[in-house]
């Protein structure tokens, strides 16, 4: 049996250490697995002397993460540092040209520089691994890498998020309102003391750009990802989502479109019988559409020390068997620059809540703004319903569903009825995903 | 750029020919993705006069199999001619010897022979690929081969067969016969004239012991499953189901248990919030519990030329970027021989459908057969549904839901129940499986 491999890991927080009690827990079945032993050899944290459960007894101890990067006691690196800059950036850097594999579960890093550490672990001849970056324990890198090569992807998408379901799950489920919830997520760990980075979709942002990246043959960029969160959200739509047969989830969404790729989260309207819809809590899932296979969906669990550390003990041992996939599925050189499709072209259908005065005319005057542009309507209900959580008195709320139309048109739509005076409150939209 | 990677194809029917569109239609990107040209070079088919609607003016024919499979002319010998034995055991079995790696989609061959043709492809150093043999287009080998390295698996188990999940759910919504949905099954292509291979449970098993080799790294043993299929099952048991929050599918289910491996196919419940119970029509779906990533679901298509052949192509692309996986994950010496667990030791709740003559004292005395050999029931129901598919006049249904409990108890149970003369048919009962 070859030497063994020696990890260097860096970051000994919640998934650190499970990375540490998982290689241990599986060594076994790991060295039976790529025949080679599996070690962790070095270390980096902030506080050496913090009890994390795990043995380290046998790892030399770095206090600094690029050294240890660098180290000629490590054959491949792992990243559990954090953060799109800073120390994570410089220790992948020096991993990646000192000929060391990375693995990696850092998403705004990958977000921000994943194409350029592409390049570099190419250049080097080495892998850069980052499973555990998108769904946690959900393989979906490596579908999208490997397992669905002979398609065509035409669109994907899903739940990133599990702070946002399970926010959103509680709201649909016990009728709460959405402060109400991200104070309980907050209690309970699920969600940060300050949690816009979650609730306000920039974490979804992230991960869906990487899985752009692998899905489409393109340049990663998250900038171009159109991004709204659920701050928005009423318990209202909820409500009325449910008895249209839908329900809200903060979805990204990648597809490929004739204007380009579009890539956006929000708050999306996905029908009930979706396997997406399903999905409650802090679960993830991913659906993909593709030529071939037609429709896939992995569902599991997005976060989690043991669940993240399952991704990055995965990539270990890829990479321990001798597989170098390339980070993105194809070659850097072969990755096409994107072409964001402008939100204002996207086409589909809407779910629109307007809270208009109470007077005669109103819904009139609402429906016809929408028939001079020629939006269809699929539904209009203008009704108080029972114990919901109303707008200001003297209001009705007006829902409607649109068929398919311009992102444009409708927003153009919505302007006039606000400058008509009919409304009372800031129009509220939410785009429709079909299956 | 090395020379190309020339495909031997044996057995040019649906998939067959969508393995060769699509490596024609995925050309270039499949190029990019593994730095090799991948074209068919030779292919081996009964008529080859026959128009399959794909282009194989460039391919070598060869009116044997075997000849295919040994010719100099192929780097890599794709079997999608099916059957356990003959020409396609003997056309892997030369081309493994010859040391070229194999793909196929023949779950019965590896059900049979999976793990001397994995010895043979491991002495000669070369591949043994199965994706698509279980459940199509889902990548469900590799994610149990590569992407749960780090678990220990605990339960594996899902609807493997398209055909009973399209039976099964056209019951239910539409409240008709076995026989009705079977015939409809039938007609639309779904199921074949012969339909015992797939309605009886064994198509099923077949793919079941392939997914208990590769999650529980053991040798695979598909005489050790035990196999029930649809044919029992009443629109009354689904109704039932229904009205006690279950779904009934066809499942396949693997476990570790401490008196050994439990495998086993049969209808079975599965509660309705449960991801599996919400896969209706020709969907596959699997359900993975391991300790560290906790609950992995994938649902995709299980069947169809394109979805197969995605399968089929992922793993030449594998091969052709000089991946060589172990065929069951683990070096076959490292592959334990299955202690099967005995069926008579399952503890598990259980579904009771009992058809009683309806005389005092019925229901009374059945329970009383359940109560002395400390069977507790969660519920016990005994009342004529309006409309309902009855039992012969003068009976009345009682459907119970036990508790777990060992299936000799019930089994036990049960015909003590027959011998007291109360019962007017034989007893149904159906496990029901927890998330």
Request: charged residues 25%.
């Amino acid at each position: 049996m070859p030497a063994p491999l020696r990890i260097g890991l860096a970051g000994l927080g919640t998934v650190g250490a499970s990375v540490v009690r998982l290689l241990d827990r599986q060594a076994a079945a790991l060295t039976a697995r790529t025949a080679r032993r599996i070690e962790v050899s070095a270390v980096n944290a902030r506080d050496p002397n913090k009890d994390r459960g795990v043995d380290l007894a046998r790892a030399k101890w770095f206090g600094d993460a690029v050294a240890l990067a660098r180290s000629p006691d490590i054959d491949i690196f792992v990243e559990l540092i954090g953060g799109a800059d800073g120390p994570a950036l410089e220790a992948v850097e020096a991993a990646l040209s000192a000929g060391k594999s990375c693995v990696t579960a850092n998403k705004a890093l990958l977000a921000k520089h994943g194409l350029r550490l592409a390049r570099l672990a190419e250049e080097n001849g080495v892998a850069l691994s980052f499973e555990a970056s998108v769904a946690g324990g959900v393989p979906i890198v490596k579908t999208l890498r490997e397992g669905l090569a002979g398609n065509s992807i035409e669109r994907v998408y899903g739940i990133l998020n599990g702070t946002c379901n399970y926010i959103l799950s509680r709201m649909e489920r016990e009728g709460l309102s959405f402060d109400a919830c991200l104070k309980e997520a907050q209690r309970l760990g699920y969600a940060e003391a300050d949690p816009t980075f979650d609730i306000g979709g920039f974490d979804t942002a992230h991960k869906l750009a990487i899985l752009t990246s692998l899905a489409f043959g393109v340049q990663i960029d998250a900038e171009a990802v159109d991004v709204e969160g659920i701050q928005s959200i009423r318990l209202a739509d909820l409500e009325a989502a449910d008895e249209l047969g839908y329900r809200v989830k903060l979805l990204g969404v990648a597809r490929r479109t004739p204007d380009g790729i579009e890539q956006r989260v929000a708050p999306t309207m996905a029908p009930k019988s979706s396997a997406i819809a399903q999905v409650m809590g802090v679960t993830n899932a991913v659906t993909i559409d593709a030529d071939a296979v037609h429709e896939l969906t992995l569902v599991g669990p997005g976060a989690g020390g043991e669940a993240t550390a399952s991704a990055v003990v995965a990539d270990i041992a890829d990479i321990a068997r001798g597989v170098r996939s390339k980070p993105f599925g194809l070659p850097t050189s072969e990755l096409a620059p994107l072409e964001p499709a402008p939100m204002q072209l996207h086409l589909g259908g809407y779910y629109v809540r307007l809270c208009a005065y109470d007077r005669p005319g109103a819904a009139a005057a609402i429906a016809a703004r929408f028939a001079e542009r020629d939006i269809s309507l699929e539904s209009i209900v203008q009704r108080r319903r029972p114990g919901a959580e109303g707008g200001p008195p003297g209001t009705a709320p007006v829902v409607l569903i649109t068929y398919a139309t311009h992102e444009k048109t409708l927003r153009e739509a919505l302007e006039a009825a606000v400058a008509d005076g009919f409304l009372a409150e800031k129009p509220q939209f939410i785009r429709i995903e079909r299956e």
